[in-house]
């Protein structure tokens, strides 16, 4: 398989992979430490043990979604993406919150639909949302694809670039849906995305680049019942996610 995101080379890819598992192994093993602190009452630190023990399980989560994302960009099987994926989910869990974490629990859920994930862990994301919720509508569409009863919401946490999306979600012809997709992921997504933190991150600094991907576009044409094969080739499209799904150990 060749690399999914050409933005960047084999060998960045490759060796961003190798470092970001070094330090995430470093901050698993200063959480461990810092766990055995807080069990035993103990402070080292100029702040509260729970705060730099929270700080580390953020760091850590940072670190993993690089991963997960490099895994994806690089080319690697499936398989290996599910396996990054669920370890994404498992330090997402502890700490997500609305304030900060939209992105990351919209690339959850869309990614947890593409791979068709079980209901064990895709309900523990929507347990997160239950108690924290973002009142979102395109979180809420999500969510509803696997949970019929779920009420949506009709606001939008950021309209710029993700209030496109409810055009797509209400068009009820399919060859308009698919029209509206395309609009949406080459004129709105990356465009629109102009104040996450990594955006033109290849412009900056390539060997940091991990990939850029609209996974809720996939999960979109997924419940939507479109023509993925109309959307091959399409930058920050994850077509690999639909068309080899049956493929995923």
């Known amino acids: 398989m060749g690399l999914r995101d050409t933005l960047s080379t084999e060998e960045n890819y490759k060796d961003g992979l190798i470092s970001n598992r070094e330090a995430l192994l470093y901050f698993q093993e200063k959480l461990r430490k810092l766990q055995s602190d807080l069990d035993n009452g103990i402070e080292n630190y100029k702040k509260p043990t729970i705060e730099v023990y929270q700080s580390t399980l953020a760091t850590i989560l940072s670190y993993q979604t690089d991963i997960l994302l490099a895994t994806y960009s690089s080319g690697a099987s499936l398989s290996a993406f599910k396996k990054e994926y669920i370890s994404f989910v498992s330090f997402l869990i502890p700490i997500w919150r609305k304030e900060w974490g939209y992105e990351q629990m919209l690339w959850a859920l869309s990614i947890g639909i593409l791979l068709e994930i079980d209901e064990e862990i895709f309900d523990q994301l929507v347990d997160l949302v239950k108690k924290d919720d973002p009142e979102d509508y395109l979180i ?7 949970h019929p009863e779920w009420k949506i919401w009709i ?21 308009q849906t698919l029209k509206l997709l395309k609009e949406y992921l080459i004129s709105k997504w990356y465009q629109g995305s102009r104040d996450a933190a990594w955006y033109d991150l290849h412009k900056q600094n ?44």
């Open 140 to 146: 809420d569409y999500l969510i509803q694809s696997r």
């Open 155 to 175: 606001n939008y946490d950021f309209p710029r670039p993700y209030g496109f999306t409810r055009k797509i979600i209400e068009e009820e012809n399919s060859e």
């Open 206 to 249: 390539v060997k940091n680049h991990v990939g850029y991907w609209s996974f809720e576009s996939g999960a979109l044409c997924k419940i939507k019942g479109l023509d993925y094969k109309e959307l091959k080739g399409l930058s920050y499209f994850p077509y690999d996610l639909i068309a080899e799904c049956g493929t995923i150990k």
